[in-house]
């Protein structure tokens, strides 16, 4: 399987499809990505996409307009390139179906495929919603705290517990974190949320290092297994859960979460999703 980027869609000039076509995605392999990381810990967790552009044709040639979520576990060899998942979902638009459990079957089947994992679909038709709110994340938000900060590049050796601290629970947030599309350059913005319990994290540098992200060029995913594993070395916390949901982007927004433990992560969207 081809993972290379230089032969992914993305940041590429693209004619959008007129008919159906699951070749269309494209996948990335993990696993050079997470050798680059060393011997990774113990942990469970999914990459949750929406997509806000999902329509097909009914058995009349009618279009039908939803929403979707995909649910890509963890532990699946690959993710897909978002651009090719867009020009993916895209292909449905001139494509009939009798209805819509046939399309939450195709894409189940398609996307599965490409990631060599079973993966979640939920489709719902507008119909079918009964409005969406959009809430902060749960946890206390760092981002007022009064800090100098000149450090843009990933920086792990910023993270402190506070000395003689007593072990704690507690979830932080902030909204301050940013990285950068690997591909195009383009600007990736994200809250993200930390939960953990152990030694008691200062919390000024975990700020810093939350920022210290923001040249960093990677996918989404691989910044939350390169956050959770930074953490988990240097902070040695006992659990840990760190879950990011990232700003929309050609109708799709990726929230990919790491845990140690069984967990249960909102997805309620956020002020910029």
């Not at 060899?77 to 819509?100: C, G, I, T």
């Not at 402190?160 to 601290?165: I, K, L, M, R, Y």
Request: with cysteine; proline share 6%.
């Amino acid at each position: 399987m081809n993972s290379r980027l230089d032969n992914a869609p993305l940041g590429q000039n693209t004619v959008y499809p007129t008919a159906y076509d699951a070749a269309l995605l494209y996948p990335i392999e993990r696993a050079p990505n997470r050798l680059a990381l060393g011997t990774l810990p113990d942990w469970i967790g999914a990459d949750i996409w929406n997509a806000y552009e999902i329509s097909w044709l009914n058995s009349k040639g009618k279009p039908v307009v939803a929403t979707a979520t995909f649910t890509v576990p963890q532990n699946s060899p690959n993710l897909v390139e978002s651009k090719s998942f867009k020009l993916y979902l895209n292909s449905f638009n001139e494509e009939r179906f009798e209805d819509q459990s046939e399309v939450v079957a195709r894409m189940r089947r398609d996307i599965s495929a490409a990631c060599g994992a079973q993966v979640e679909v939920e489709l719902l038709t507008l119909a079918e919603q009964t409005g969406s709110v959009y809430r902060p994340m749960d946890g206390i938000n760092i981002d007022d705290i009064d800090v100098e900060i000149d450090v843009y590049t990933p920086s792990p050796n910023l993270l402190q517990c506070v000395p003689g601290a007593n072990d704690i629970e507690e979830t932080l947030v902030s909204d301050l974190l940013k990285s950068n599309c690997p591909v195009t350059g383009q600007p990736d913005w994200a809250t993200v949320q930390i939960r953990y319990a152990g030694p008691q994290i200062d919390r000024s540098t975990l700020l810093k290092y939350i920022v210290s992200l923001r040249r960093h060029d990677e996918f989404h995913e691989h910044c939350v297994e390169k956050m959770y594993c930074d953490i988990w070395r240097v902070c040695k916390p006992r659990s840990l859960l760190v879950y990011a949901r990232y700003t929309r982007r050609g109708g799709l927004d990726i929230n990919p979460w790491r845990a140690s433990h069984a967990a249960q992560v909102d997805t309620a969207r956020t002020v910029r999703q």
